[in-house]
């Protein structure tokens, strides 16, 4: 009875262990400084939220980015403004859930994740949602290659 009480017990440190290890794994998964609350890889057109001290809340997520002629820039950048329900006149589309992060008008919005944007980040519904939900102006915003 003792053996297996130990070999129980040493198989729920072992549990324990791995799942400690894969809460460091995945919020070791962002390429951006921990200040970022939203990062993009442009390589790897991925996207992630995380709470600002480098703490993956949301994602990895799939997205698209801006074509070579038009491409999403990379740095470090501040969420300007939010508009739920935005229009681009300039290329004559929606741009629901927007989050805009550029002073040159590039957002995170729901969009095609099988075509690239005019410089923006594509994300799908669900993931536009949460981003527009949880990005507030002022909050850090890294693109990296």
């Known amino acids: ?12 440190a072992a549990m324990a262990g791995t799942l400690a290890f894969a809460g460091t794994a995945e919020a070791a998964a962002t390429p951006c400084d921990a200040a970022a609350k939203a990062c993009v890889q442009r390589s790897s057109n991925t996207a992630w939220l995380t709470d600002g001290a480098g703490n993956v ?3 990895g997520v799939p997205i698209t980015v801006g074509l070579a002629k038009y491409p999403t820039p990379l740095g470090t950048f501040h969420v300007q403004y ?13 741009m629901p859930y927007s989050v805009f992060f550029t002073n ?3 957002a995170f919005h729901q969009g095609s994740l099988k075509v690239k944007s005019h410089g923006c980040v594509h994300l799908s519904h669900a993931a536009a949602v949460t981003f527009y939900n949880s990005l507030h102006p002022g909050d850090v915003v890294q693109v990296v290659p």
């Open 104 to 106: 040159t008008g590039v």
């Open 57 to 59: 809340t949301y994602g």
């Open 1 to 12: 009875m003792n053996r297996r009480m130990i070999a129980l017990l040493g198989g729920v």
């Open 82 to 94: 939010k508009d739920i329900d935005h229009y681009s006149k300039q290329f004559n589309g929606p």
